[in-house]
């Protein structure tokens, strides 16, 4: 059993603020830094960190070999990253003091996937390999049918989320991690958390959805299977990657062969972790640091 993680590679510009800017308003930074991130990134570290064997596959420019070292230097196998004539994806974030951050995305690579590309790539996985998705890479729901039609199991987190989601062919996927703004609207009305677990999960019979639903914890929701978890309380200093790390350390955990509870609960501490920490790659911890 393998997992590719088809994903976003970004460069993460990170300005750190008293507060997120307002429009109009000119605010000086503390201090600025330079690290490797994006979801699809995030993500791949994640599970890696958590004990699983994950190959990554994206576009980069040629500005992007701090990525293929980071990547490489937490387990990540990188050999299906390609590269093309310009730049890598770009995270442009400001961190406040009390840790939230706001960010806006340059495409750049990510949205420079091919068809040709997938195709090879797809070709050295089949029947009982995983594939994780995002929504932050051109060509996704080609890779979701591709993918399901190879007996791959894909295991999809359609954010940052955008109205196109909606249209993907949804019911090929083996796990959906959305938070409550993303259900809901996949959902189709506002109602609350358990109520758009039950939507989610008559839509989708068979599918495991996990709804996340930041301070107020987590559902699982499979049929007619339910689980919640809350949060661990933590010192939040940035809360980039909290979600990947979540996501990440779920699927590691299950595919261990953990239950439901116990993935997420191994999950939550995770990202109990990764909250405390500044930074996206960095700040995920690996497994041996969560206290059991």
Same mark, same amino acid.
């Given at each position: 059993?393998?997992?590719?993680?088809?994903?976003?590679?970004?460069?993460?510009?990170?300005?750190?603020?008293?507060?997120?800017?307002?429009?109009?308003?000119?605010?000086?930074?503390?201090?600025?830094?330079?690290?490797?991130?994006?979801?699809?990134?995030?993500?791949?570290?994640?599970?890696?960190?958590?004990?699983?064997?994950?190959?990554? &596959? #994206?576009?980069? *420019?040629?500005?992007?070999?701090? =990525?293929?070292? /980071?990547?490489?230097? $937490?387990?990540?196998?990188?050999?299906?990253?390609?590269?093309?004539?310009?730049?890598?994806?770009?995270?442009?974030?400001?961190?406040?003091?009390?840790?939230?951050?706001?960010?806006?995305?340059?495409?750049?690579?990510?949205?420079?996937?091919?068809?040709?590309?997938?195709?090879?790539?797809?070709?050295?996985?089949?029947?009982?390999?995983?594939?994780?998705?995002?929504?932050?890479?051109?060509?996704?729901?080609?890779?979701?049918?591709?993918?399901?039609?190879?007996?791959?199991?894909?295991?999809?987190?359609?954010?940052?989320?955008?109205?196109?989601?909606?249209?993907?062919?949804?019911?090929?996927?083996?796990?959906?991690?959305?938070?409550?703004?993303?259900?809901?609207?996949? &959902? #189709?009305?506002? *109602?609350?958390?358990?109520?758009? =677990?039950?939507? /989610?999960?008559?839509? $989708?019979?068979?599918?495991?959805?996990?709804?996340?639903?930041?301070?107020?914890?987590?559902?699982?929701?499979?049929?007619?299977?339910?689980?919640?978890?809350?949060?661990?309380?933590?010192?939040?200093?940035?809360?980039?990657?909290?979600?990947?790390?979540?996501?990440?350390?779920?699927?590691?955990?299950?595919?261990?062969?953990?239950?439901?509870?116990?993935?997420?609960?191994?999950?939550?501490?995770?990202?109990?972790?990764?909250?405390?920490?500044?930074?996206?790659?960095?700040?995920?911890?690996?497994?041996?640091?969560?206290?059991?």
């Amino acid at each position: 059993m393998k997992i590719l993680n088809y994903g976003s590679l970004n460069i993460d510009i990170v300005y750190k603020v008293s507060h997120i800017v307002k429009p109009g308003e000119t605010i000086p930074a503390s201090d600025v830094e330079m690290n490797g991130g994006g979801k699809g990134a995030n993500q791949s570290v994640a599970l890696s960190k958590a004990g699983a064997p994950v190959w990554h &596959a #994206g576009t980069i *420019g040629n500005d992007g070999d701090m =990525l293929l070292d /980071l990547l490489g230097e $937490y387990g990540v196998h990188t050999e299906y990253i390609r590269r093309y004539d310009g730049i890598t994806g770009q995270a442009i974030i400001q961190l406040s003091d009390s840790g939230q951050n706001s960010i806006v995305l340059v495409g750049g690579g990510n949205r420079e996937n091919t068809k040709e590309m997938v195709d090879e790539t797809l070709s050295h996985f089949g029947e009982g390999d995983y594939l994780v998705l995002q929504n932050e890479i051109n060509l996704t729901s080609y890779i979701i049918e591709k993918a399901w039609e190879r007996g791959i199991k894909v295991c999809l987190n359609p954010a940052p989320y955008t109205p196109e989601v909606k249209s993907w062919p949804l019911d090929k996927l083996e796990l959906l991690v959305v938070n409550e703004i993303e259900g809901q609207d996949l &959902a #189709g009305e506002e *109602g609350s958390f358990e109520e758009t =677990l039950d939507r /989610l999960t008559a839509a $989708y019979p068979g599918m495991s959805i996990l709804l996340t639903v930041g301070k107020e914890g987590s559902y699982f929701g499979r049929d007619g299977e339910r689980e919640y978890v809350p949060i661990v309380d933590a010192p939040v200093v940035d809360t980039t990657a909290a979600g990947d790390t979540f996501f990440g350390y779920f699927l590691a955990s299950r595919l261990e062969g953990m239950d439901i509870r116990e993935s997420m609960e191994r999950a939550t501490r995770a990202s109990s972790v990764t909250v405390s920490r500044p930074g996206a790659m960095d700040s995920i911890p690996f497994a041996s640091e969560l206290k059991y």
